[in-house]
């Protein structure tokens, strides 16, 4: 019986180019999706542009455009950074649509009436200069804790989340003008309610997940949770459904979350799906969220704890996909050393396979990694062109081969093959990415192993029919390597399929045709 599989891929927001580590945290999504559409799964896949938000606003500020013009600017370029890095989302959107934004407020409308958002008056932060209470972002003050100046949301220094009354004699970053508190009303959501449901979902699903995201989502429930507001002073955003709430928009991190919903909807309407197959409980659908650490508690505690607040048979996110931090030649990505080269360029400059496979087999699956374009040229001329490259090259254009001979496939190949599958289709499925590609390379050493023994060069002049049966079983196998390799680098295993004249990819043996011609056979990769 078919899945019911959802896969979302966190949303970048909209206020500059997407750089190699937001490629990093979120191709593991693309990944899934491809395998679970090769096991002849139901999938969606979806993501879109987070066009909310202060960053948003400062960025429109900086370069004196509006926000929705900034939003619209970077949307389209994450769009077509994504598509250049083959990433097959099913819908990728982004949280200025009305479909978005109609769907959130009703979303949060059923949240209220079930009451679990309240209102709440307490002393915020506002600039008597500029008028308007400012968030933690537009907010300057000195770390009560290490003494070092930084944005009222995180200490840059230590760490240190401020409350409230650090917020007192705060900067203004607008204006520079120093701060006062005053009293301001604002919704918030009743999460603390929520402590119990939520350790006990983590303890039940917690299983395939990274040790990132167990720590981290540890660490809040043992804090113990907190109510978080959920309306804030902007004209920039979704509008609050509630009475006397006009002039405040829906906080960010509430709207782009369900921004996970709201797209399975927009692609099901236009599709003739039914939505709720990926999304409640009776259609027991797996869930999988795939994000940087930096995005973890949001997913793994928050999401959840609105679906619930909803009271209408969701169900929860299975597995969290966590990864860690991508960085640049040894340094963090970091906008004010300007080391985060955008994507857009690095995969323009290489191509996408070799950044692909490089950013899974190298990439941040379980610690912080390093990304240099030394390391990315050693992959690409040592294992893609070498290995992978030279056995389809050598096989396909064999001297004066016009098509497919008519051979026996080799029987322990293929036993090695059906074993190939089965354990890399294991390995992904326990989000192993790295050592899915390892395992599958062995399959490309293993090839050549076997051609470089057999000698096809010397069995063309003395044994025609060991020749074919040679040829043959190394059709097959770079036949089967196309669907093996299509979630790390499709475009590379579309190329194949091409050469071969195969219609269907699969996660199952398929077997060439012979007498296939074999025309304009060209190299997959070419050295860097």
Known sequence: MNRNILIGGAWPYANSDMHLGHIAGLISGDILARYYRLQGDNVMFVSGTDCHGTPITERAKKEKKSPKEIAEYYHSRDKETLEKFDFSYDLYTNTDTDFHKKAVMDMFKKIYDNGYIYEKIEPQAFCEKCNKFLSDRELKITCPKCGEETKAEQCDSCGYVPVIEDMKDGICLECGSKTVLRDNKNLYLKLS???????????????????????????????????????????????????????????????AVMGYITATMKKCEETGQDWEKFWKEKYNPIIYMVHGKDNIVFHSIIFNALLLAMKEDYHLVNTIVSSEYLNINDEKISKSKGNGVPALELVDKYGVNSLRFHLIN??????????????????????????????????????????????????????????????????????????????????????????????????????????????????????????IFEPFMPSACEQIRKYLKIKNKSWDLIEVTAGTKLENIAPLFVRM
Not at 203 to 221: C, P, S
Not at 405 to 414: N, V
């Open 193 to 255: 309610e929520f402590q119990k449901d939520i350790e006990n979902y983590v303890q039940e699903n917690d299983k395939l997940w990274r040790v990132n995201a167990k720590n981290e989502t540890n660490k809040y429930l043992k804090q113990g949770l907190v109510d978080r507001a959920v309306t804030r002073d902007l004209d920039w955003g979704v509008d609050i459904p509630v009475p006397n709430y006009e002039s405040k928009k829906m906080y960010v991190w509430i709207e």
């Open 362 to 483: 190298n990439g941040p699956e379980k610690k912080d990694s390093n990304f240099t374009e030394d390391a990315l040229i050693a992959t690409n001329n040592g294992e893609l062109l070498n290995k992978f490259g030279n056995l389809v090259n050598r096989t396909l254009k064999f001297k004066e081969l016009e098509e497919v001979p008519s051979g026996k496939l080799d029987e322990e190949i293929k036993e090695k093959i059906i074993h190939t599958y089965k354990e890399v289709g294991n390995l992904i499925e326990t989000l192993e990415f790295k050592e899915a590609t390892n395992k599958a390379m062995e399959l490309v050493e293993i090839a050549n192993k076997y051609y470089d023994e057999q000698k096809p060069w010397v069995q063309k002049k003395e044994d025609l029919e060991e020749f074919n049966n040679t040829i043959y079983t190394c059709s097959v196998i770079i036949a089967n390597l196309s669907n």
